[in-house]
């Protein structure tokens, strides 16, 4: 089955700055790539996604890229702010709609 | 917003008693998850519905958790008995059918086993 791998675990940056969560995936069938932003106490919220005939995807402040050959892909948020704070996970997905997600990454974007 | 909705949100119970929670999806959905969500961890799959039937259930300990989805809108995800292993976030998401499609999470029930 699938086996997605997220890093960093954590991640801290200064608001303003730009932040970059990397994920591998194991099955060559995924073709679906969301990324999920989980406040505290919260359910996790779709924020992009990418699906495995485009490599990049642009939404203001936030992009996702993805490496098929490599079976990587990225998230990256641009000009960081306090409320970004949060839990991102990746996932990846067939066309069974059998998704798994990483392990999280904690960011914490400081003042 | 359409939002996926459950209760209760929080739910604390003591081992070996029966726990059940509840989901509605999305209006027009027909794709429905439970997820077990450990915390530090990801969501895991338990049981997928495709309209009232089950899809997916592999990842289902049959033996003390079961789900329906009876007509095909909202589901009831059950616990009897609990075992302190149990303690996790449990939530529900929804997509408008199966495949690679968006889900949507609600807010998620936490429960605690004691």
């Known amino acids: 089955g699938e086996n997605v791998e997220q890093h960093p675990s954590t991640l801290s940056v200064q608001e303003g700055d730009s932040a970059v969560i990397k994920c591998t995936y194991s099955d060559s069938a995924s073709n679906y790539f969301p990324w999920y932003k989980q406040e505290l106490g919260k359910g996790p919220q779709l924020i992009i996604d990418i699906r495995s005939n485009v490599g990049e995807k642009k939404d203001q402040r936030i992009a996702v890229t993805l490496n098929k050959t490599a079976k990587h892909f990225s998230l990256h948020i641009t000009e960081t702010q306090p409320e970004d704070s949060a839990v991102y996970f990746c996932a990846a997905s067939n066309n069974n709609n059998d998704m798994r997600f990483g392990a999280g990454t904690r960011l914490t974007v400081k003042p | 917003e359409a939002e996926v909705a459950q209760s209760p949100r929080y739910k604390i119970t003591e081992k070996s008693q029966a726990v059940a929670f509840w989901c509605d999806p999305i209006?027009?959905?027909?794709?429905l998850y439970w997820y077990r969500q450990i915390l530090g961890q990801g969501p895991e799959l338990l049981v997928q519905f495709q309209d009232e039937s089950v899809v997916d259930d592999s990842q289902l300990p049959k033996d003390r958790f079961s789900a329906e989805r009876l007509k095909g809108v909202d589901s009831t995800l059950k616990i009897q008995p609990a075992e302190l292993g149990d303690s996790a976030m449990y939530l529900c998401?929804?997509?408008?059918?199966?495949?690679?499609?968006?889900?949507?999470f609600g807010p998620g029930t936490r429960l605690t086993v004691t």
């Open positions: 998401a929804s997509s408008f059918r199966q495949g690679p499609y968006e889900q949507y």
């Open positions: 209006s027009g959905h027909a794709t």
